[in-house]
């Protein structure tokens, strides 16, 4: 089954604003991160939160975690031009397989 | 962080060639990745390489088609063989260390396989 479905699949935002991506999952997990990829390039981990975390910042990311509803949601402030970028929550379960398993991402793109 | 290098980091092949992928990390690492990523799509674990014993495979991915190696802690070769257009992706390596920070998993910059 399909892991880490997220929305929107396309943000189009202005410098300076806020945005914020969602995920969601379906199976138990250990904890879910966060990364940006540019330009089809390789990824850049973001942010990890744990299972038993709600909420993680780090920097203008803000990372929420509701277990009970399986999503998670990614939060950037005052968004830059270079945030331009398609961002990927992945989740590991807790049991079972040690590879991450991807969601479907988020392309954002920041506006000058 | 791990520092991950893969080469090469583009190519284009004609159909029916195979094409082996080679990752370095610059150090010692349990367990490494590979990944497929298809034009626009997100990342799909092709399998897990493991030191010492043969690849594990996801659902979808067989060895004649994706034969990896794992000669030691360092390095690892995905070859993708008798390649068709289909097989045109981004390959991504992966690592992850326990012992260097338990959870998180650390990427490579891929290689860009475009098969004519």
């Known amino acids: 089954s399909q892991q880490g479905e997220e929305d929107p699949q396309a943000l189009s935002i202005q410098e300076g604003e806020n945005a914020t991506m969602n995920c969601s999952y379906k199976t138990s997990i250990n904890n879910l991160q966060w990364y940006r990829q540019n330009s089809g390039r390789g990824l850049v981990h973001l942010i990890l939160?744990?299972?038993?975390?709600r909420e993680k910042h780090s920097g203008r990311l803000r990372v929420t975690l509701d277990t009970s509803k399986k999503s998670s949601s990614l939060l950037i402030t005052a968004s830059r031009a270079a945030d331009t970028a398609s961002y990927f929550c992945?989740?590991?379960?807790?049991?079972?397989?040690?590879?991450?398993?991807f969601g479907s991402g988020t392309r954002l793109q920041v506006q000058p | 962080s791990a520092v991950i290098s893969q080469k090469p980091s583009r190519d284009i092949c004609q159909r029916g060639t195979s094409l082996t992928i080679q990752c370095q990390v610059d150090?010692?690492?349990?367990?490494m990745f590979w990944y497929r990523q298809q034009p626009g799509q997100s990342l799909t674990l092709i399998a897990t390489?493991?030191?010492?014993?043969?690849?594990?495979?996801e659902s979808g991915f067989v060895i004649d088609k994706f034969p990896i190696s794992r000669p030691n802690l360092t390095f690892s070769t995905l070859t993708v063989s008798n390649m068709s257009p289909e097989d045109s992706s981004i390959y991504l390596c992966?690592?992850?260390?326990?012992?260097?920070?338990?959870?998180?998993?650390?990427f490579g910059p891929g290689t860009r396989l475009t098969v004519t």
């Open positions: 992945a989740t590991r379960k807790d049991t079972g397989r040690r590879a991450l398993t």
């Open positions: 992966s690592v992850r260390d326990p012992g260097q920070g338990p959870y998180e998993q650390y």
């Open positions: 390489a493991n030191q010492g014993s043969e690849a594990t495979y």
């Open positions: 150090s010692q690492v349990t367990m």
């Open positions: 939160i744990r299972s038993n975390e």
